[in-house]
């Protein structure tokens, strides 16, 4: 059975950083691309960062850029996302996901696996 498993997220103030974790099933990790996403409360989910199976090439949202970064090691079949200079509007619930491909790793319908989701809060 294919598990995502997120960790890492918390409350923190606006302007600190946290680094959230996604464990993935060895069985899938090295030949997926990974992918994390985040949704907040009446909104839809939206595409954060991805990055490519090898960790070569990486995507990020407009929204992000610059202040997260997506990390992955594959000796412990781990993808991490660092996310500095947090502001209120970063909170949400983040999620990592997973697919085979890398044709559009900025949209939620390429990925085929998805973890439960961690809460991210960010105070003013």
């Known amino acids: 059975q294919v598990q995502l498993v997120e960790s890492g997220g918390g409350l923190v103030q606006a302007g600190g950083s946290l680094r959230l974790s996604c464990a993935a099933s060895?069985?899938?990790?090295?030949?997926?691309?990974m992918g994390w996403f985040r949704q907040a409360p009446g909104k839809e989910r939206e595409f954060a960062a991805a990055?490519?199976?090898?960790?070569?090439?990486?995507a990020y949202a407009d929204s992000v850029k610059g202040r997260f970064t997506i990390s992955r090691d594959n000796a412990k079949n781990t993808v991490y996302l660092q996310m500095n200079s947090l502001k209120p509007e970063d909170t949400a619930v983040y999620y990592c996901a997973a697919t085979p491909l890398w044709v559009s790793p900025g949209s939620p319908n390429e990925y085929d696996y998805w973890g439960q989701g961690t809460q991210v809060t960010v105070s003013s």
């Open positions: 990055i490519s199976r090898s960790g070569g090439s990486t």
């Open positions: 060895r069985r899938i990790f090295s030949n997926y691309a």
